[in-house]
């Protein structure tokens, strides 16, 4: 069972999103066990450019990024997934003093640090199973220990400004807080953009409809999937992709015993993911109370890791 979050409040999150009008649900729920999976594979696909260039700007710039993080130091990366990019770290950090992989899909993240622990096996991981964007609880001998967050992929772009904001000051006012490693996708053309969220393999189509299934089976409810299709739209005014599901018909569904009425070409807004420029990561950075150190890029500017420090 990958629920760390009691049914309750998904069903709760899924009433209140899906009474609201414009309909949201936020791209947390994405990440159920098949949804954890299906977003691996999107970050091997030909058009989503930003896992593979930032593992090569994690490459180009490892051992730098490695000098931001202290002797005996934890890294605590937000989002961790398969804890894949941590590698490319964890190479060039032989005196961490413990890694902190956190993450909201629970056997996911235990799966992930079991393997990891094989190829590391003097690592001290700490893995810690929760929603990153509510206060995290360390363990009593992390808490003191000075402290860096990874917060690679461009997740942070899941966060509308305000959010992002928030999250950037909370991490800001950790204990023993020394750095943030912070990934972020650059605002680029918007076929490139849009390519990346709506493969020609169905992947990312795969991803957003898995939501349904999942609301069918831990949410009460009774989605055709077939009535519904995958929609990425880039949003110039916001900056972000936007990804819906549409309804393709006036239909109605139950959730947890509640009626909920679509009109043909509705949708449910499951993810906004903003993009940034080399100057609004800074802003963002600087505003929130950080320095930026470092920007790195790649050469053909798509991606960027900023390197902060408090
Ligand atoms: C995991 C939030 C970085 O926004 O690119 C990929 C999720 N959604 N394809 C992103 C995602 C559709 C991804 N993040």
Redesign the pocket.
Known sequence: MDRIVPDRVFTDAAREGLSASPKRMS?KW?YDAAGSAL?ER??ELPE?Y?TRTEISILRTHGEALARAVPAGAALVEL?S?ASIKIRLLLDALPELGAYVPVDISEDFLHASAAELALDYPALDIRPIAGDFTAPLDFPFDIAPRAKVAFFP??????LDPEGARRLMRTVRAWPGVAGFILGA?LVKDETTLVA??DDADGV?AE??LNLLTRLNREAGANFDPERFAHR?IWNADAAR?E?HLESLEDQSVQVDGLDVAFGKGETIHT???HKYTPESLRSLAEETGWSCDELFTDAEMQFALAMLSP
Do not use: L, Q
């Open positions: 791209p994405f977003f999107i970050t989503y930003p989002g997934g992929g461009s997740t942070i772009g899941n996708d990346a969220y990312t991803f957003n990425a992709i990804m993810e906004s993911s």
